[in-house]
């Protein structure tokens, strides 16, 4: 009897620390410690996840609205978020126009990047080879008024091209940061493929073509990423009221201290910048077979909204300008009447665990997280004070079956912001650390692990 005592005893023991051990085991993996990657895996991560989930440029509200009738003239219209890239309204986006002047934004674009890139500076003397000289300009051409033996900046050419739509400092642009007009424009279509445009093409860099091609849609989303890219262009050149020139300091040797040649004072070709609170730019444009184009940005309050409109009517400048003025303004102020941009607080990476994998937890980071467009939906509120009182839901299992492995990238979990009920995004949560499949021996003991989670 004893010696059973003894045995029976010894099993309890052994049965004690065995479930002992297994309740640590189990306390242990449900309560994973802080989420910490290395540098290798957030390399690892982000670039999975930009294969995976490329970033939409432009796309639809992720919650249904009832479209807007409103009273736009022209033809075909698009209105956005600049945050997201979350359509408000559409006319005809997708219909295929020539930009005209607006593609002076593209070569602008381009010109940006250069100078990121360190090869040129604003500050720059810009040589004007003949091509660009005002007098050797197409009939009827927007002009700087450039001319042999001048000297000018880049800076001076950009914001020519920004307020008094030059067609000749395009050229003289081009030129410039390309070696001819050909190369240049080989590499504004490279630009805008690389961007995934697939409608947007040109064959010069002045507008002056209508063979230059673009759609409200596609011109809409490279308004986006042109103002998150290069924020300075809109209070150091496309705000801007006029320009005079050429000044003293620009004149060929044989013109200086002659007052021969005095500033030409032109006035910006936007018109919205004096009429719309809030107005900072971007950019107008006009040939007959396009009508009258406009892309326009706007910010109140954080909130920013983008719109081209085109195929705008009018018998000559003053009724194309009338007729984009009250377009932009029925757009823009439906808009802020309608939306408000909300920047939630950062979702923090969290740790979840893995039953049988090889490693017990993993790590959840948002994919793509970005601003949310929140409607003014309850009665009496503004949409700034109905954003006030969206909240989130992080919403994650409480483990992860690792037994076939976990890749970067596979989503796992959400974050979901609600208001009122209306779900206004769904932020996936992906695994940022790879996980192969656990052994045999751990895979039957985390089986059992999951019965207490």
């Not at 190369?183 to 063979?211: C, D, I, K, W």
């Not at 809109?234 to 320009?243: D, K, N, P, V, Y």
């Not at 049988?356 to 993993?362: D, H």
Request: proline share 7%.
């Amino acid at each position: 009897m004893k010696q059973i005592r003894i045995i029976v005893i010894s099993a309890v023991v052994v049965l004690a620390v065995a479930a002992g051990s297994f309740g640590l085991y189990v306390y242990t993996v449900a309560h994973p410690s802080a989420p910490v990657l290395t540098e290798s895996e957030s390399a690892e991560f982000e670039s999975v996840c930009s294969s995976l989930y490329p970033r939409q440029l432009i796309h639809d509200l992720p919650y249904p609205v009832t479209p807007a009738e409103l009273n736009v003239h022209s033809e075909s219209a698009i209105l956005i978020d600049a945050s997201n890239g979350c359509v408000l309204y559409e006319k005809n986006a997708d219909d295929i126009i020539p930009p005209a002047s607006m593609t002076k934004l593209v070569v602008m674009y381009v010109t940006f990047q250069e100078i990121a890139s360190g090869r040129i500076s604003l500050d720059d003397i810009v040589p004007l080879p003949p091509e660009s000289w005002a007098v050797n300009a197409p009939p009827l051409s927007s002009l700087m008024f450039l001319g042999e033996g001048q000297t000018v900046t880049l800076r001076e050419l950009m914001l020519g091209m920004a307020v008094a739509s030059g067609n000749d400092a395009a050229v003289a642009v081009a030129h410039y940061v390309s070696g001819s007009v050909d190369a240049f424009v080989q590499r504004m279509n490279e630009e805008m493929a690389a961007l995934g445009l697939v409608h947007t093409r040109f064959v010069e860099p002045s507008g002056y073509s209508e063979q230059n091609l673009t759609t409200p849609r596609e011109f809409a989303a490279f308004a986006r990423v042109y103002i998150e890219r290069y924020p300075e262009a809109l209070s150091e050149f496309h705000s801007q009221r006029s320009i005079a020139y050429p000044q003293e300091h620009n004149l060929a040797s044989w013109h200086k201290g002659t007052g021969s040649e005095p500033p030409i004072v032109q006035a910006g070709t936007n018109k919205l910048l004096d009429v719309l609170p809030g107005c900072d730019g971007l950019k107008t444009g006009f040939i007959f077979e396009s009508g009258y184009n406009l892309s326009l940005t706007v910010q109140r309050d954080g909130t920013r909204f983008i719109s081209v409109t085109m195929k705008g009517p009018g018998s000559g400048s003053v009724e194309g300008n009338k007729y984009r003025v009250e377009d932009s303004v029925e757009l823009m102020e439906w808009a802020f009447t309608c939306f408000a941009t909300l920047r939630p607080e950062e979702i923090p990476a969290v740790a979840v665990p893995v039953l049988g994998g090889s490693r017990n937890e993993t790590v959840l980071v948002p994919v793509n997280p970005e601003p949310l467009t929140v409607p003014a939906v309850i009665s009496g509120l503004t949409a700034a004070e109905a954003a006030a009182r969206v909240t989130c839901s992080v919403q994650i299992p409480p483990y992860i079956d690792g037994s076939e492995g976990i890749g970067p990238g596979k989503v796992c979990g959400k974050a979901v912001y609600i208001l009122d009920g209306i779900v206004l995004q769904e932020v996936p949560l992906a695994a940022a650390r790879q996980v192969s499949p656990g052994n045999a021996v751990k895979r039957l003991v985390d089986r059992v692990a999951a019965v207490f989670f």
